[in-house]
């Protein structure tokens, strides 16, 4: 069936502004107090647990949730605020992003009361650290294709497989996983996939980093040997867990998150060139800066439709495919740019460094949260294409 592709014309509301300055206030103070330097990407502070908790103490994790969790019932066009603000900062977010992001979402949606009871305050409060446990060796992006076993037994399942690419799963004190319960069908591969929520740090998971060029460490791979997970852990229906991961993935692939991960690259370039650029300089940021605010505009519209309580799986889908590889190709863009900028420029060395880093950790940005030719499957099915 073909999906009606459609961004909707929405502007932030009054109260958004509002909400920003009062971001940008708090992050100013956090900069100034040495909490994290702006200007370095490549910092080792990314895991800041007391940055986390004054965040949630502030009122801005599970923001849209319902205040009986610890949420604020503040609407998603809100929340996208506090989240832009963040990334354009280049705040230390890693501790509790994905929490807020998705995985309180599919708690809510579908976690027993007591669970939801017990971890949704958590999160609201920075208190906790989540990760997603999607990709498989030899599998990728294609979520249909894992075969991480969960076998029933007494009082719950038994998980024996490995997961690949799991962001910040060293650090992580749940995980939300997709395991596979039984076979798929000749009719429906996606059938026999369950969602599960997993407990980290227990015996029966054994944690491998995977280090990136730049020298970061952010994955992992995940091995799960005879690991117990309690029947309560369920998410959601038995086998037909990619009914909901459909769903997942539309808050996971269209916040500004997806093209402003290498953004800074771009303001340093802007300060570099100052107030005065030439014709060619004013002309490429002229481009670089239109593109970025084209995207802004979708993501946005993307917001307000899960505001309004829509699924725009097509429509992040096309956010995340244009953002990451507009934001992996930034870097190159910038260096070419950047090569008539003055050597007297006083943050040519900070552009510099900057660049050097940006151009190292590109290549993840189009395989993070979906690789490109996966997407580009999910657009062209709703499309009526294939």
């Known amino acids: 069936m073909t999906a009606a592709l459609r961004f909707d014309p929405i502007r932030l509301p009054e ?21 994290f330097d702006p200007h370095k990407p490549n910092r080792e502070d990314t ?43 280049n705040a230390p977010t890693r501790r509790f992003f994905v929490a807020d992001r998705q995985s309180g979402p599919v708690l809510l949606k579908y976690a027993p009361e007591h669970i939801k009871m017990d971890i949704l305050p958590r999160i609201c409060r920075g208190e906790i650290c989540f990760a997603i ?3 498989e060796p030899n599998s990728g992006s294609d979520l249909f294709a894992a075969k991480t076993r969960a076998t029933k037994t007494d009082g719950g399942y ?24 039984s076979q798929p069908t000749k009719e429906n591969r996606r059938h026999g996939l369950t969602q599960f929520l997993v407990k980290m740090k227990q015996p029966g998971i054994q944690v491998n980093p995977i280090r990136q060029i730049t ?36 808050y996971e692939r269209s916040g500004p998150e997806r093209f402003l991960e290498t953004y800074y690259v771009l303001t340093e370039l802007v300060r570099a060139v100052g107030s005065n650029p030439d014709t060619r300089s004013a002309e490429g940021i002229g481009r670089l800066v239109a593109q970025l605010h084209t995207m802004r505009r979708m993501s946005v ?35 070419d740019l950047a090569a008539f900028v003055e050597e007297t420029a006083t943050n040519r060395e900070t ?3 900057q660049l050097d ?21 999910i657009i062209a099915r709703g499309l009526g294409l294939r």
């Open 15 to 35: 109260e958004c502004e509002q909400l920003r300055k009062e971001v940008r206030a708090f992050l100013a103070d956090e900069i100034a107090a040495g909490t």
């Open 47 to 89: 895991d800041a647990p007391e940055f986390s908790r004054r965040v949630g103490a502030k009122g801005w994790l599970g923001m849209t949730w319902p205040k009986k969790y610890g949420g604020q019932e503040r609407s998603f066009l809100e929340r996208y605020v506090v989240t832009e603000e963040m990334r354009v900062a």
């Open 133 to 135: 446990g999607m990709s």
């Open 158 to 181: 038994l998980i024996n497989g490995t997961k690949i690419w799991t962001s910040s799963a060293h650090i992580a004190d749940y995980m939300i996983a997709i395991f596979r319960t």
């Open 351 to 353: 552009l510099e460094r």
């Open 357 to 377: 880093f940006a151009i190292k950790t590109a290549p993840k940005l189009t395989i993070q949260g979906g690789t490109t030719e996966v997407l580009r499957g």
């Open 215 to 250: 020298g970061q460490y952010e994955f992992n791979e995940v091995v799960f040997t005879d690991f117990f997970v309690p029947d309560d852990h369920v998410l959601g229906e038995v086998d037909g867990a990619w009914k909901q991961a459909t769903s997942e993935l539309a």
């Open 301 to 335: 519209s993307v917001a307000g439709m899960l505001q309004a309580g829509k699924e725009p799986v097509v429509e992040a889908s096309i956010v995340k495919d244009i953002g990451t590889v507009w934001e992996q190709q930034l870097p190159h863009r910038v260096r």
